[in-house]
């Protein structure tokens, strides 16, 4: 049974840094396409960043310049380095995974889901 584990959130003040992690068991991700997204109270799903397997990243415009998103294929896990948090960036942040494919902003495309972590940005 395939399980994506994410860690990491909290709550932190304006300009801290998180790291958060998404750790697969079940199956090797290593050639997948795996991302982030967040959802904040009444709103959509949206993107964060995605990276390839050969670690070709994509990331929002929201978080472009703030936000890394990495991965260790041996470890079969996805990272997404924050940076310069602000208030709206307070979510739940999952990580998902693409059975196959590349890059996609949508989440109906993509196979796999973290049960979520809570990140809490105050002012």
């Known amino acids: 049974q395939v399980q994506l584990v994410e860690s990491g959130g909290e709550s932190v003040q304006t300009g801290g840094s998180l790291r958060l992690s998404c750790a697969a068991s079940g199956r090797t991700f290593s050639t997948n396409y795996m991302g982030w997204f967040r959802q904040a109270p009444g709103k959509e799903r949206e993107f964060v960043a995605g990276i390839t397997w050969s670690r070709i990243t994509t990331t929002s415009d929201s978080v472009k310049g703030r936000f890394t998103i990495s991965r260790d294929n041996a470890k079969n896990t996805v990272y997404l380095q924050m940076n310069s948090l602000k208030p709206e960036d307070t979510a739940v942040y999952y990580c998902?995974?693409?059975?196959?494919?590349?890059?996609?902003?949508?989440?109906?495309?993509?196979?796999?889901w973290g049960q979520g972590t809570q990140v809490t940005v105050s002012s």
């Open positions: 998902a995974v693409r059975s196959a494919g590349w890059h996609t902003t949508h989440p109906d495309e993509y196979d796999y």
